[in-house]
């Protein structure tokens, strides 16, 4: 069984760097495919996705925020962090981890609840 | 970058009837399409990928079809569990992408 669980602060001011967690069970960096990312979705409106970190460590941003993004994968503890910095109310939202292995084609699904960060001084 | 078109916004709807949700892309993804379904409070779950193949654990009541830019999501005989919002999502070309979604209502 997957699960992802997403941790972070609630709360960051603006200017201020967040830094999310992501740790997952079920599945492993050490199998070719595998990738690990965060989406996240501002109050009332739709999906947007981050960053996505592959086993080989290849990763890909989103152009409209890869200069605010850092994304990084520790293999032995099964963890994911992003870091983005110059925070923002618009980057007010709930940030999801979402991983994609083999059982269905790479696609992305999410195994966590999502953590909301509030952007607010 | 590819940006993904659903309609329409809201479907409203009573259970048993059929629900028709359709995602139109800007330039063709082939079959690298995906649905999602997202509850409120809690996160999207991928319901259809590669355009056409139900994920585990997706009632077969869930159809989905295209290719290119056009596709399909059908809901036979609605359920009050269907009731949510889906989003489609791309990932031909970097950046991968979602659509606005569809909220499907009770009416």
């Known amino acids: 069984q997957i699960t992802l669980k997403e941790s972070g602060p609630t709360l960051v001011k603006p200017t201020q760097t967040l830094t999310l967690t992501c740790t997952f069970s079920?599945?492993?960096?050490?199998?070719?495919?595998?990738?690990v990312g965060w989406i996240r979705q501002p109050p009332g409106k739709a999906l947007e996705w981050l960053a996505l970190?592959?086993?080989?460590?290849?990763?890909r941003y989103s152009p409209a925020l890869k200069s605010r993004l850092t994304i990084t994968k520790d293999t032995s503890r099964n963890q994911v962090v992003l870091t983005m910095t110059n925070m923002d109310p618009v980057d007010t939202a709930t940030y999801y981890c979402v991983y994609r292995v083999g059982a269905t084609a790479y696609y992305m699904d999410a195994g966590g609840k999502g953590t909301t960060v509030i952007v607010s001084s | 970058e590819i940006v993904l078109t659903q309609s329409p916004a809201t479907l409203s709807l009573s259970p048993g009837e059929s629900a028709t949700l359709s995602c139109r892309a800007s330039q063709s993804v082939s079959s690298s399409l995906a649905w999602y379904q997202q509850k409120p409070g809690q996160a999207p779950r991928l319901l259809i990928y590669?355009?056409?193949n139900r994920a585990t654990g997706t009632p077969d009541r869930f159809r989905a079809s295209g290719s290119g830019t056009d596709f399909t999501l059908t809901i036979s005989s609605l359920e009050p569990e269907d009731f949510a919002v889906y989003y489609c999502?791309?990932?031909?070309?970097?950046?991968?992408?979602f659509g606005q979604g569809t909220r499907l209502e009770l009416k």
């Open positions: 079920g599945f492993s960096f050490s199998t070719s495919g595998v990738g």
């Open positions: 999502h791309q990932r031909s070309n970097w950046p991968i992408t």
């Open positions: 970190i592959y086993w080989n460590d290849d990763k």
């Open positions: 590669e355009a056409s």
